[in-house]
């Protein structure tokens, strides 16, 4: 017999890599926060002496959800300005609110409070772009989340940096250097969007992430507004600038892509740029419906984000990944334009490409590391039983996921956070509540 720390025995496992398959009564096997074996259980329990031995019987394992496109801190603004357009949002909702009240307590806070949520429905891995990202890494450390964290640019003044050169500066010093080689953080560059950032801070921006090796991410063509505000600022669809300025290459992760123009999808594809599909936000927001299956016939990878918890409004990534697939044969008018299995793929192991993590997490492979998500399917709404995958697309709440292992760490225990004090991250999201209220009233 072999020791290993823990034993994972659900009914079903879908590992995603391979594709389609759906293993029946096999056992996970993890050591040091890696998966190490994946064999029929009644082998493993043969084989094995684990410390702990974890029996799901009713369950299906999944490889953890990688939520590519978040701004996690903004949970505390959940609601607080809905019914607008992004331009009407963000003008009058968000960014008064931002700049009264983002510091670093407001990001540590609003980052504790998104992450509960992700690691209670499933997701055990987020890209994040907001300001103070050494503070979202910190958190993520704090509470052993995966996360890559995005750090911002803009031109203009925030509480973090005063302009473009500081931002760069800043998340150099506090985040890519310090974070190189961690196992749990990785970084990219995560300038807002075209028309937030001149030419010659792209120039650098480009330099800068080439130097340190580190992949670069945009709001881009989220909606026609933003289109035709490049086009009478520079002439130039924000696409063409960014292509011009050599941002558009296989680092690249474009953020909602939802207007895009048939040669503009040739590049993309040619270019190996990932692109991150946020169906959620974009309908909430009125943007649009990207066009997805034209994205995955043309070769690009498309992975799944939520967007931030104030234009979604929930950070549950089973919704998201639905949502996804019912939009896709919605638009195309067929039903197998978008299978289940290809849903959870992009939730999982194509968002993991898309940050450059594909060999590292994403599937449930011997070698990755352990990040798992368990869902229940004996529920009253997922009964009977099928076809698991089928069953975890189409019918699983994200309170039907009831554990998470993250690096093989037990986060999410039959349903119980165990890194994460909720009744005090409860009370501190509403202390902010009433700040919040306070400003705009
Ligand atoms: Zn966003």
Redesign the pocket.
Known sequence: MQHCDTLIAPRWCIPVEPSNVVLNDHGVVVNDGRITDILPLEEARQKYQPSAFVEKSGHVLIPGFINV???AAMSLMRGMADDVSLDVWLRKGIWPAEERWVSAEMVRDGTELAIAEMIASGTTCFSD?YFFPEIVAETAVDVQMRAMVGTPIIEFPTAWAANAAEYMNKANDLVHDPYADHPLISTCFAPHSSNAMSDESFIELRVLADQLDVRTQI?LH?TTAEIGEALQRTGKRPFDRLHELGIVNASLLA??AVHMSDSEIEVFAESGVSIAH?PR?NLKLGSGIAPVTRYRAAGINVAI?T??AA?NNTLDMLSEMRMAALLARGTSADASALSANEALRMATLDGAAALGLAHETGSIEAGKWADLACIDLSHINSQPVYDPLSQLVFTARADQVTDVWIAGKHQLDNGKLTHIDTENLLARSNEWRDRFVSSTH
């Open positions: 496109h978040t701004h772009q709001h989220q953020v909602h946020c936000s984000g967007d931030s234009s």
